[in-house]
């Protein structure tokens, strides 16, 4: 939880923040191009908060057994203070280009979960208006959860 919370709390916020501000300079906020930008950044921004997190817990549990050879850390702080010391800043970012590759699965996550909602509530509204009812701009809860379900299912198998 101590990286997870951070994590998708960053992923999302800029998403959305992204989202806005390239509809801002033009790109419809429900548009392919916006979705894969704001994926892009989202991916960026929740790996750079966060990669200093996992690279820690990796380090722990990696030198948890001091039969490699290596002095084992006697917990976190222990491996924060060690690693700032004899790496620098730069050690808390150890891997995190291959961090940033993942990313790609966070764009077409949400170019396809974009365009799922956008296919759904063209669908809803063609319903309503046969119905004579005006258009609405929402769907049930339900369908977000399972659109974004279909989405992330697609983005990993593809990834």
Do not use: H
Not at 59 to 73: H, K, M, P
Not at 108 to 130: G, P
Not at 150 to 159: D, I, L, M, N, S
């Amino acid at each position: 939880l101590v990286g997870i919370i951070p994590a998708r709390s960053a992923y999302f916020f800029a998403y959305e923040q992204s989202k806005r501000a390239l509809g801002s300079w033009g790109l419809s906020e429900g548009g392919v191009l916006n979705a894969l930008i704001s994926g892009l950044a989202a991916g960026v921004a929740g790996n750079t908060l966060t990669n200093p997190i996992w690279m820690v817990k990796t380090r722990v549990q990696l030198l948890a057994d001091s039969s490699a050879g290596q002095r084992a850390y006697t917990g976190y702080r222990d491996a924060v203070r060690s690693i700032y010391r004899e790496e620098g800043i730069g050690g808390f970012y150890r891997g995190i280009t291959a961090s940033y590759w993942g990313c790609a699965e966070g764009c077409i996550q949400f170019v396809l979960y974009e365009r799922i909602k956008s296919e759904l509530l063209s669908r809803r509204n063609a319903e309503r208006e046969r119905r004579g009812l005006p258009p609405t701009d929402k769907l049930p809860k339900a369908t977000y959860f399972c659109s974004a379900a279909a989405a992330k299912a697609v983005a990993a198998v593809t990834t």
